[in-house]
């Protein structure tokens, strides 16, 4: 079983900066990836980042250039740069385990990132 328990949502000014952690506790053997999702009011939960065990990483093209995922053992981030309104929403962290006959995704509770003047 994983928990996963994200941290550092907030406000910020837009061109503004913040930094999302999200700390993962339990047995991390099965997890082929983490990423970060978001999910703003009214529109469906969409991928942010994904980084895999041995490092390599994605983002969507609407961060890019703006969002860095990384991970440190048991402890995913994300840096978000240049903040831009549309980036608010709330910020998931997501573990994924799959293996032969046992495929399963963890959630954290979420953290609110809000861009406005």
């Known amino acids: 079983q994983v928990q996963l328990v994200e941290s550092g949502g907030g406000l910020v000014r837009p061109g503004g900066a913040l930094s999302l952690k999200c700390e993962a506790s339990?047995?991390?053997?099965?997890?082929?990836?983490m990423a970060w999702y978001r999910q703003a009011p009214g529109k469906q939960r969409e991928l942010v980042a994904i980084?895999?065990?041995?490092?390599t990483s994605t983002v969507a093209d609407s961060v890019k250039g703006r969002f860095t995922i990384s991970r440190d053992k048991n402890t995913l981030y994300l840096q978000m740069n240049s903040l831009k309104p549309e980036d608010t929403a709330v910020y998931y962290c997501?573990?994924?385990?799959?293996?032969?006959?046992?495929?399963?995704?963890?959630w954290g509770q979420g953290t609110q990132v809000t861009v406005s003047l």
């Open positions: 997501n573990a994924h385990s799959d293996v032969i006959l046992r495929q399963y995704d963890y």
């Open positions: 980084i895999a065990t041995r490092g």
């Open positions: 339990g047995s991390m053997v099965s997890i082929i990836s």
